[in-house]
Structure formats: structure tokens, C-alpha cells
């Protein structure tokens, strides 16, 4: 014992560094479930092409949504249109007037180069939270004393990402935030993004991403913006089910359309009148029996 007490003092081992993992659930909560967006009857057309129209969806505070459409389908106009930088040609796009978007584009242009990581997050109070979520996204230590220039895109991303999830934004439209991204870099994300309790727009062709951290989906079809309440896999399976057996398919949609009317109006019945929730709430229900009545 008093040889190995000795050894042990001689040869001094450090205790492993604890994993690092990022907690947001101090974000969002207060507009969590309250509409955030409201689209209805809402178009966009170029001359005679129509992008899409006729469109009714909304956006809830503290959803994970992916947005999904073939390319040239409009999913960066409508991007354009809800950051106010696009006009609406038909219906309207209500957001809530304290809303803050935050938009994380595809190539990051907009940083400056000469500062370094922490310099340009200004982290002020908050360098511990900073220093924690760049290590937990892969940005390690000894990067935060090089300039910006230095990094590669996919650590620009992140570098990006992090300044908007510090700043605490209402709503976060991430544009292909796997572009640029190594395997590992891509797990550290979806980790980041399931741990955040924030409300997020995921445009991304990456289906493991989508389907592992988005429960809802908002999908451009038909000429349409479609929300559906389910994931990517679930999505795929009911295009798979509607193309081999489109009976079955009816009659489940039909079954599901019921259970919704049900239960929207159980919700209805809890609500004051006059209240912004309340009618919400109304027009949906108007529109689920719009739905009930062409089937």
C-alpha cells in the first residue's frame, strides 16, 4: 500500500475531463405551444409560373418542423417571404409581432474574418455557456485563439449556429445546416438542435437529420405548403401506402380527420371565447370540416 501511495504521488493522473453537454430549456418555454405563424390562402406566382397556392398551415411555438420539397419547388421563397425580404402574391402570412427570426444560410459570408470565435459571439456574460456549446458542436479550445478565416465552412456554421442560439431567437430557419458537416459534426448537431427547446424550420435533404429531430413536417406538393402532424419515416410510409393501396389510405386519412374534429373541439369547449387561441382554434375546425365535407 505505501509503495503504491508513492508511485501514485510520483505519477500523478489527471481525472477525465467531463463530457460537455448543453441544456436550453430555459429557452422558449414561455411561447411554447402559442402560434408563432399563420399562413392562409397563401401564394406565390412568377408570371405564369405558380409556385404554390391555396396554402393554410400554421407554426407553434417550441415545434421542430422540417421543411421538404423537390428543388425549385419554392422552399427559399417562402424562406424570403417569412423573413419580409419577398412579397406574398395572394393570402397572407400572419406572425406574431414579437417574433424574432433568426436564418442560418447555406454558405456563411457575413462572418468577419479578422475576429476570432469568442470575439465575434460578444459573449459578454454568457462565455461559459459559449465556450460549452462550441465544444459541444466540435469546435475545440485551442481554435478559439485563431481568426475566423481560419475555419472551414462547416466550422463557420457552427460558429453561426451558436451566436443564434445564444441569442435566443423566437424561430430558427436552418438551411442545409449539414452541408460542410463530417459524420461526427453531424451527430454533435442533431444532438444540439433535440436538446434545444426552441422552435425550429429544418430545410435539409439529409432524411436521418429530419426524421430524427423533427416531428412535423411542412411540405411543399401539389403546388401546395402542406403541414402534416407526424414525422419523415411516417410520411414515407403513407406515400408508399397511398401508391399501393389507395383505398386503405382514404380510409385511414378519413379516420384521422374524424379524431382530429374530436379532438379540436374537445379543446374548443375548454377556451374562452374572443381569445386569440380560441379562435385558432374556430378556424381550424372550420377548415377540418371544409376537409370532411370533399371527402
Same mark, same amino acid.
Given at each position: 500500500m505505501r509503495r503504491l501511495e508513492a508511485e501514485l504521488k510520483k505519477e500523478t493522473i489527471e481525472k477525465p475531463a467531463e463530457e460537455w453537454s448543453v441544456d436550453f430549456s430555459f429557452r422558449g418555454d414561455a411561447k411554447k405551444g402559442k402560434r408563432m405563424v399563420e399562413a392562409k390562402g397563401l401564394a406565390k406566382i412568377f408570371g405564369d409560373r405558380t409556385l404554390f397556392e391555396k396554402s393554410h398551415f400554421y407554426v407553434k411555438g417550441g415545434e421542430k418542423i422540417g421543411f421538404l420539397g423537390p428543388n425549385g419547388s419554392g422552399k427559399s421563397t417562402f424562406i424570403r417571404m417569412?423573413?419580409?425580404a419577398e412579397s406574398i402574391t395572394k393570402g397572407s402570412v400572419w406572425k406574431s409581432p414579437s417574433l424574432k427570426i433568426g436564418y442560418l444560410p447555406q454558405e456563411m459570408n457575413d462572418l468577419p474574418a479578422d475576429k476570432t470565435a469568442l470575439e465575434y459571439l460578444n459573449a459578454g456574460g454568457q462565455t461559459a455557456m459559449a465556450r460549452t456549446t462550441l465544444a459541444n458542436m466540435g469546435i475545440h479550445a485551442?481554435?478559439?485563439?485563431?481568426?475566423l478565416s481560419?475555419?472551414?465552412q462547416g466550422e463557420?456554421?457552427?460558429v453561426k449556429l451558436v451566436s443564434m442560439l445564444l441569442d435566443e431567437y423566437d424561430l430558427l430557419i436552418l438551411d442545409e445546416p449539414t452541408n460542410h458537416l463530417d459524420l461526427p459534426s453531424r451527430e454533435?448537431?442533431?444532438e444540439t438542435l433535440l436538446a434545444y427547446t426552441g422552435t425550429l424550420l429544418i430545410?435539409?435533404?439529409?432524411?436521418?437529420?429530419?426524421?430524427?429531430?423533427?416531428?412535423? /413536417? $411542412?411540405?411543399?406538393?401539389?403546388?401546395r405548403l402542406k403541414r402534416f402532424e407526424f414525422s419523415l419515416k411516417e410520411y414515407e410510409q403513407r406515400m408508399h401506402m397511398k401508391e399501393t393501396q389507395p383505398g386503405l389510405q382514404e380510409d385511414n386519412e378519413k379516420a384521422v380527420l374524424e379524431l382530429k374534429l374530436i379532438e379540436r373541439i374537445g379543446l374548443l369547449g375548454a377556451l374562452k371565447p374572443g381569445t386569440?387561441?380560441?379562435?385558432?382554434?374556430?378556424?381550424e375546425i372550420d377548415? /377540418? $370540416?371544409k376537409r370532411k365535407k370533399k371527402q
Open positions: 417569412l423573413l419580409g485551442s481554435q478559439l485563439i485563431h481568426p481560419a475555419f472551414s463557420k456554421m457552427k454533435a448537431l442533431e430545410v435539409s435533404h439529409d432524411r436521418y437529420l429530419v426524421d430524427k429531430v423533427c416531428d412535423k /413536417l $411542412l411540405v411543399i406538393e401539389d403546388k386569440d387561441e380560441y379562435n385558432w382554434l374556430n378556424e377548415e /377540418l $370540416l
